[in-house]
C-alpha cells in the first residue's frame, strides 16, 4: 500500500477515536439517506477566453428520522477560477432549508462561501483537497457564524474494472467563533466516507457508500448519523 494512504488511514482513524471518544455521553443515532448532484464546468461555450472562469451547480437532499422524513436541502452555486491545472479559487452562495433531527425548529440557513480546490492524478490514484470557509445567516439569530471545512479525498482505479475506483474522504468542521444560535467555537462534526466510484463517461461520475457524520452539539447529546450516500458528478471542462 503506498504510503501516503497509509498516512491518510492512521490520520483519519486517530481524529475518529479523538472526536467519537470526547463526548461525555452516548450520541444520538440516527440513519438517513443523503443524496446530490453536482455540475462543474467553464464558460468556454460563451467565450474560449472566458475558460478558467468556472461555475459551480449542487442540490443535496437529505432524508433523515430512519430515513422517513425530509430533514435538509442544499442548494448551492458558486463561480470559480483556475490558477493552474490543478488549482482553482471559488466564491458562492447556499440555501439550506433544515428539520428534524438536525433541529427541533425548522428554518433556512443562508451561507457565503469561499474555497480552495486542488486535484491532482498519479499513477496510483486521484487526490483532492478542498479548503472551504463559510459564513453562516440563521433567523434564529444575528450573529454571522464563520465556520472552516477541510476535506482530502482519494479515488483508486481498480485495475480489473477501470469505469470503477474505491472512493475514501474525510472532512472535519471546526467553527471560529460563538453565536447567539447556538454555534460554539471549536470542533462542529467530522465526516468518513467509504464508497464505490462508477464513471460513465469522461463528464460523468457516481459515488456510493456509507458515510458516518459525527455531531458535537453545544448542549445536549452528541449526534451520530448512519448515512448511504449517493453522489453524482458532472465535469464539463
Known amino acids: 500500500m503506498p504510503r501516503i494512504i497509509k498516512t491518510s488511514l492512521a490520520s483519519v482513524i486517530m481524529l475518529w477515536l479523538i472526536f467519537t471518544g470526547s463526548a461525555t455521553a452516548q450520541p444520538t443515532e440516527d440513519f438517513q439517506t443523503w ?81 480552495l480546490l486542488w486535484n491532482k492524478k498519479y499513477a496510483f490514484a486521484s487526490v483532492m483537497s478542498r ?31 477501470p469505469s470503477f475506483s474505491l472512493v475514501a474522504s474525510e472532512e472535519i468542521f471546526i467553527n471560529l467563533n460563538n453565536t447567539n444560535w447556538g454555534a460554539n467555537d471549536g470542533f462542529d462534526q467530522n465526516r468518513i466516507f467509504a464508497g464505490i466510484g462508477f464513471n460513465f463517461d469522461k463528464n460523468t461520475k457516481t459515488e456510493i457508500g456509507y458515510m458516518n457524520q459525527y455531531i458535537h452539539k453545544a448542549t445536549g447529546q452528541d449526534q451520530m448519523n448512519h448515512l448511504l450516500s449517493v453522489n453524482l458528478f458532472l465535469t464539463f471542462n
Open 35 to 115: 443524496g446530490s448532484v453536482t455540475a462543474i464546468g467553464n464558460f468556454d461555450v460563451l467565450n474560449p477566453k472566458l475558460k478558467n472562469f468556472k461555475y459551480w451547480l449542487e442540490g443535496q437532499g437529505r432524508f433523515g428520522n430512519d430515513t422517513s422524513t425530509f430533514s435538509q436541502g442544499i442548494l448551492r452555486t458558486g463561480l470559480g477560477f483556475d490558477l493552474n491545472k490543478n488549482t482553482s479559487i471559488w466564491l458562492g452562495y447556499a440555501w439550506i432549508p433544515t428539520d428534524e433531527p438536525f433541529t427541533k425548529n425548522s428554518f433556512d440557513e443562508n451561507r457565503i462561501w469561499q474555497q
Open 131 to 161: 479548503s472551504r470557509l463559510e459564513q453562516r445567516f440563521v433567523p434564529t439569530g444575528s450573529d454571522v457564524g464563520w465556520r472552516v471545512r477541510q476535506m482530502f479525498k482519494a479515488s483508486i482505479p481498480l485495475s480489473f474494472a
